[in-house]
Nanobody, 120 residues
Framework: QVHLVESGGGLVQAGGSLRLSCAASGNTICISTMGWYRQAPGKERELVAAYISGGVTNYADSVKGRFAISRDNAWNTLYLDMNSLKPEDKAVYYC??????????????WGQGTQVTVSS
């Protein structure tokens, strides 16, 4: 099992920056992918950025060039550096871990979320 705790959200002015952190504990050696998702009021949860074993990263088009995902070497902490924030980035941001390296387990784990608010 994997436990995820996000931190770093808050209120920032448009154009500002925030760094989100996701602390992972438990069977982190079984994680193959971790990512950040966000959900704005009345909208579907969407992928923001993902970090796949081997160093491959994916970003939503809306955040490319502004956000950067990174992690420590042991999947203990996942980061999301958010720059040039826009009011439309306001959402609850969730960390997700995909456990695929310890079959037959194929479980997705989610954190509790952290609120990001961007004022115009």
């Amino acid at each position: 099992q994997v436990h995820l705790v996000e931190s770093g959200g808050g209120l920032v002015q448009a154009g500002g920056s925030l760094r989100l952190s996701c602390a992972a504990s438990g069977n982190t050696i079984c994680i193959s992918t971790m990512g950040w998702y966000r959900q704005a009021p009345g909208k579907e949860r969407e992928l923001v950025a993902a970090y796949i074993s081997g160093g491959v990263t994916n970003y939503a088009d809306s955040v490319k060039g502004r956000f950067a995902i990174s992690r420590d070497n042991a999947w203990n902490t996942l980061y999301l550096d958010m720059n040039s924030l826009k009011p439309e980035d306001k959402a609850v941001y969730y960390c997700k871990a995909e456990e695929r390296l310890c079959p037959p387990s194929a479980t997705d784990y989610w954190g509790q979320g952290t609120q990001v608010t961007v004022s115009s």
